[in-house]
């Protein structure tokens, strides 16, 4: 695993980084400790699909290739009964079981673009049934299986201005001008945005042309819902005449799949997203709020007549945000996923609100911190199959019937049976408020009773999000290289209810400081923590709060700030969603009260540090753009303070981590930047 390239080392007169890993004595001596080699061998479990019987399951199973630096995807089903595995596609995502069970849609590609395919189970006999340039998503059988929907992106032409002389025949000329005219033109992961907009299609399941549904310069979004007698397919969409200046005012939206004809069914200012038909078709559920330009609102679940007519929400009084929502067979309730206490759970909802817990140990989605996350569906006699897990495993296939939840794959237990894992614990912590703060403590394998170890406070991004008790290849790593790893929900983390998560509400950073502060001084109490032997990352909104904390005190020995927001003003005016930042997280613009923005940006503390801080950040991120952190860097450089830049190339923001060899290095990096300031163990029991 290599980051030497991708390291750009401070001019000051510091020692360059070790890039030696846990395991580089021997490159082919077993080890019991987690290496960064193993990431490659890691698998993980998602999006899986249960049969409308229930017997069987499908499911996308990610696993890393060493030789291409990536994680594939292929497409395995499970019979439910035995637990037995075969494998369906040996690359694709997105499946989804036709209505009666005899085929299955998926996208995989076929030598040059993503295609939509369906294959027959009887016979193992597959067609592709699309020949599109770009990747088909948002897949959605109509009730007779007889026609697929999907949504697929409509190039359009480049915006032009003025032209260049005519090119002689034969000549190499520069490339043409690109004229930028959208609001928001670039997405991270994605770059800048090419012209053309996501519209809805409608194809024979047995293959032939598709039919363009929808149409005009809006994007449409999945997932789609066909009505049972197949004349009308939902989505959402901002379909506006300000549609570009609206952040997240998406309505509900039919079409019918003859003519055309569009109608709105929602009028709210706010997002109303994810419609489902009920199974008669007489109901609509669908995800939404009131948009009250706060950083935080809980998603509800909502339910009205077939053109969305009297709409309630179910979920008022559970105080959590749906992630989820898919309607039983019966129609007489629904199913729902969202997150409670670090912890996503599934529930069925009556229509009358009452709620009753299915699962609560479902997890998924990365691996490389133990954020919440997590896939499910229901079969038509009420079976959930589910990704779930722990801080033992990534994600795995689950199922739960009658009450009972049973595991189906244990996809890596061949290699971590071989590995001394951390063990996971909850501590209590108390903010200085009074206030309860989850918090989970991870050990080194081996640790002696009693022993005090240097400590890696790890703070999660958003900062509307949360950690729990879930697989993370970070906190194995910083453990098998000797630290014990606290992380938190601190004030504004989700899963706790609106008021905890809005109490950073245009105040972020602030008291959340004091909680993460409250945790360390928990785990110094436990006798798990040495307190002259702190340390402090995150990524994102963890970033900016390890940037914060060492403007604000000096108690950690080093710190590693990832892709963090510096300064408000810039990242405003620079992040790829262009009006979100000022629009939700402050009350005014940046030039109409600057010092708002300012006194809330750890740039503005950088005088105070003294810390040793490495910065890294992918470059190609745009959500916190590279320039934050060459800010930060240039500033640390100015101050004098220890610290180095890392980048991680091709990165984005949210693909920080994808590609194993940069995920391992990341941590090799951070955890030699530790081990630098780092006191030495021995003396430290000497004295």
Known sequence: MRLLAAVLLATVAVPALAQTQPDAKSADAPTRAFT????????????????????????????????????????????????????????????????????????????????????????????????????????????????????ATVAGEPTTLGRAPAKPAGAKWAEPLEVIDRITYRAD???????????????????????????????????????????????????????ERQVKNSEVISVDTTSGELRTLTSRDGPDDAPRFSPDGSKIAWLGFDDHRRSYENVQLYVGGRAAESPRSLTPALDRSIEDAVWAADGNSIYASYDDHGKRKVARIALDGRASTIVDNVAGGG??????????????????AYTGGDANAPADVWVSSGGKARRLTSLNANLLEAKALAPVRKIAVTAP??????????????????????????????????YGPSFSTDVQLYAAAGYAVLWTNPRGSTSYGAEFANLIDKNYPSQDYDDLIASVDAAIAD??????????????????????????????????????????????????????????????????????????????????VKTPTLVVVGSEDYRTPVSESEQYYAALQIQGVPTALVKVPGASHGGFTARPSQSAAKASAIIAWFDRYRANPAKKRAE
Request: aromatic share 10%; charged share 20%.
């Open 36 to 151: 960064g080699s193993d990431l490659f061998q890691l698998s993980i479990a998602a999006d899986p699909q249960i049969s409308p019987d229930g017997r069987n399951i499908i499911y996308v199973r990610r696993s890393g290739d060493v030789m291409t630096d990536r994680m594939q995807s292929s497409l395995w089903l499970i019979d439910v009964a035995t637990g037995r595995q075969t494998p369906f596609a040996a690359s694709g995502s997105s499946p989804r079981w036709s209505p009666d069970g005899t085929r299955i849609a998926y996208v995989a590609s076929d030598g040059t673009n993503p295609q939509l395919f369906v294959r027959w189970l009887g016979n193992d006999a597959a067609t592709r049934v699309t020949a599109l340039p770009n990747d088909p998503n948002s897949l959605a059988w109509s009730a007779d299986g007889r026609r697929l929907a999907y949504i």
């Open 189 to 243: 992961g994605g770059g800048y945005i090419k012209p053309g907009h996501d519209h809805l299609f409608i194809v024979s399941a047995d293959g032939g042309g598709a039919r363009q549904l929808t149409f005009g310069g809006f994007d449409d979004n999945g997932p789609l819902s066909w009505s049972p007698d197949g004349r009308t397919i939902l989505f959402s969409a901002i379909r506006t005449p300000d549609a």
């Open 367 to 384: 691996i490389d911190r133990p954020y919440t996350g997590g896939n499910f569906s229901v079969s038509r006699n009420g079976i959930v």
């Open 433 to 466: 408020d009074g206030r309860a703060i989850d918090a989970w403590l991870a050990t080194p394998p081996g640790r002696q009773p009693g022993q005090k170890l240097p400590l890696i406070l790890e703070i999660h991004g958003g900062p509307n999000s949360a």
């Open 527 to 608: 006798g798990t923590a040495d307190p002259d032997n702190l340390f402090v990352t995150g990524g994102s909104g963890g970033g900016v709060l390890t940037a914060w904390i060492v403007g604000k005190t000096d108690r950690f020995k080093a710190a590693a700030t990832q892709k963090p927001v510096i300064n408000w003003a810039s990242e405003a005016l620079t992040m790829d969603a262009t009006l979100f930042t000022s629009r939700y997280w402050f009350s005014k613009l940046p030039w109409e009260d600057p010092m708002s923005y300012w006194k809330r940006s750890p740039l503005s503390l950088v005088g105070n």
